[in-house]
């Protein structure tokens, strides 16, 4: 069954330090999506990416965050400057088309100290 | 009020109980519906579609009413690896672009 991969699996940063986010969607599909969820919470939008240029984004995805599909495959979530409570699962999802299901990765857990 | 809300849970239940779940929504643009099942500090897995017409697969059924914007999830005979969060989703269609929006979850222990 394809699959949406993230790596890495865990990232540990400290405060004020830049990560990237890497994600390989899955090949056919032509929506993608990052979604995040701290620890106990519900899964919450990020933002929406679709030919090439952002199609929405939620508040929470402020000037720190941008995203980019730098070639073929991947597409990354870059966090500028990261604060503690940017420490959250983030998961990368596609879709095959509008009103289709996503498949999700499996995440990378951030942890900003 | 909440986009989407859900009973928290947790929800205990013997193996081969039947246990239904409940969602609300709010936004009445929502435009598809779906279970999802999520494992402990794991991604969410898709588990059904909903549709008004309600859907089976195997041991869970779902049902849509749009009319009073609630999705329901059924389970019977209960297994132990049922034990999971079930996340109650909708997507929402605007500009020809979506987004799902997720409920906080309801947690099912199944023990023996």
């Known amino acids: 069954e394809p699959e949406v991969t993230q790596t890495p699996s865990h990232q540990v940063t400290q405060m004020g330090q830049e990560v990237i986010l890497r994600c390989v969607p899955i090949?056919?599909?032509?929506?993608f999506y990052w979604y995040r969820q701290i620890l106990g919470q519900k899964v919450e939008f990020l933002v929406s990416?679709?030919?090439?240029?952002?199609?929405?984004k939620s508040e929470i995805f402020d000037d720190q965050f941008s995203v980019e599909r730098p070639d073929g495959s991947n597409f990354t979530l870059k966090i500028r400057s990261t604060k503690l409570e940017d420490s959250a699962m983030y998961f990368c999802?596609?879709?095959?088309?509008?009103?289709?299901?996503?498949?999700f990765g499996s995440g990378t857990r951030l942890t900003v100290v | 009020r909440k986009e989407v809300e859900q009973d928290p849970g947790p929800f205990n239940v013997p193996e081969g109980a039947t246990v239904a779940f409940n969602c609300t929504y709010s936004?009445?643009?929502?435009?598809?519906f779906f279970w999802y099942r999520q494992d402990c500090r794991k991604e969410p897995k898709l588990l059904m579609s909903?549709?008004?017409s309600g859907n089976e697969d195997g041991r869970f059924t779902a049902q849509l009413n749009r009319a009073s914007q609630y999705i329901s999830l059924l389970i019977r005979d209960s297994k132990l690896s049922d034990s999971a969060t079930y996340l109650c989703?909708?997507?929402?269609?605007?500009?020809?672009?979506?987004?799902?929006?997720f409920g906080a979850g309801t947690r099912l222990a199944v023990h023996p």
């Open positions: 909903v549709y008004s």
């Open positions: 999802a596609s879709s095959e088309d509008l009103g289709h299901g996503y498949t």
């Open positions: 990416f679709y030919n090439n240029e952002i199609s929405e």
């Open positions: 936004n009445s643009a929502s435009q598809s």
């Open positions: 090949s056919n599909h032509l929506y």
């Open positions: 989703v909708v997507m929402v269609i605007s500009g020809g672009y979506n987004k799902l929006i």
